[in-house]
């Protein structure tokens, strides 16, 4: 079975400071990885993703994600965190040949002035 | 616009009392699922369907059903609702080939 954990319930950062979220995953066969943020009273938004290549990825606002194979991590992160990313991050994975997606339990970004 | 929309956003019901919540999409998408989202939990994939007439369970469909009639709507229905089914509901799409999912505005529902 697959599992994702993202081992921070929260991360508190400075306006301006680099900003990391953790998530380490496990799956049979090749993964497909992606970052989702969900703002208040919304739904989750899509950020990014890793499918083969690179394993550095970059997506929306700013944000990048490093895949390091060997130690089945997958962590966003961004150079300069802003207070409007403050929200609730998830990560997900999903084997290159099955169609669920399973998420961690969530991160909750807090970026203060 | 593309658009993911659930009804009713928010609802509260009483225990036992059948109700539907439904997902209807605009992307003409094959892939539609529902996920439930609990604190440290994140979201956990209820049913999803892979084109119309076609679904599968996914990793907690206890109580609850769904069906794929149409291809635009995708409803979840839970026949008799029990408070450990309090939670917020997501429906998401994604398109053939496609890897990434949209998410709908989400439904709170409390069950009492």
């Known amino acids: 079975a697959q599992s994702v954990a993202q081992p921070e319930d929260q991360v508190n950062v400075a306006e301006g400071n680099p900003l990391t979220v953790k998530c380490t995953y496990s799956?049979?066969?090749?993964?497909?990885l992606f970052w989702y943020v969900q703002y208040p009273n919304r739904g989750l938004q899509f950020l990014l993703k890793?499918?083969?290549?690179?394993?550095l990825v970059k997506g929306s606002y700013g944000f990048e994600a490093e895949f390091n194979k060997s130690q089945t991590s997958f962590h966003l992160k961004k150079p300069s965190a802003l207070v409007s990313d403050s929200a609730l991050y998830f990560c997900a994975v999903r084997d290159n040949a099955g169609n669920m997606l399973t998420f961690g339990g969530g991160t909750r970004l807090m970026v203060k002035p | 616009e593309a658009q993911v929309t659930q009804n009713p956003r928010y609802l509260i019901t009483v225990t036992g009392k059948k109700l539907t919540v439904t997902c209807s999409q605009n992307m003409n998408h094959e892939y539609m699922s529902w996920y439930r989202q609990d604190p440290g939990l994140g979201l956990r994939q209820i049913y999803y369907?892979?084109?119309?007439?076609?679904?599968d369970k996914g990793d907690v469909p206890e109580g609850y059903k769904v069906s794929r009639k149409e291809k635009r709507n995708f409803p979840l229905i839970l026949e008799s609702p029990s408070p450990n089914q309090t939670s917020l509901y997501f429906c998401?799409?994604?398109?053939?080939?496609?890897?990434?999912?949209?998410f709908g505005p989400g439904t709170r529902l409390t069950v009492t």
């Open positions: 369907s892979m084109n119309v007439e076609v679904t």
């Open positions: 890793y499918i083969t290549g690179d394993n």
């Open positions: 998401a799409t994604r398109g053939q080939g496609a890897l990434e999912q949209y």
């Open positions: 799956v049979s066969g090749n993964p497909y």
